[in-house]
């Protein structure tokens, strides 16, 4: 018996949709010039600006409408599946 996935996405599928919600974060990152050593500092003594602020709230909030709109595009280029 097949267990169940935990998306609605089959498993060629959940790269995409895991994707979709990386990218965001992969840019923020990469645009504030974030390595390793400036995390460390960060949590040693944490400062935010409102910019910064502003953008991990929107990541935090996009999250879930990224994730269903990429499993409906996965699932739409699956086409139909035949009945029976």
């Known amino acids: 018996m097949p267990t169940a996935l935990p998306c ?15 990218s965001p974060r992969l840019i923020f990152v990469l645009g504030y010039g974030v390595d390793a050593d400036s995390a460390t500092d ?5 400062t935010l ?4 602020l502003l953008v991990a709230t929107a990541l935090v ?16 280029a699956m086409g139909r599946v035949p009945q029976g």
């Open 49 to 52: 600006d409102i910019t910064s």
């Open 42 to 46: 960060w949590l040693s003594s944490p």
């Open 8 to 22: 609605s996405c089959p498993r060629r599928a959940r790269g995409f949709c895991g994707s979709a919600l990386r």
């Open 61 to 76: 909030l996009l999250a879930v409408p990224l994730t269903l709109l990429c499993e409906l595009v996965a699932i739409r």
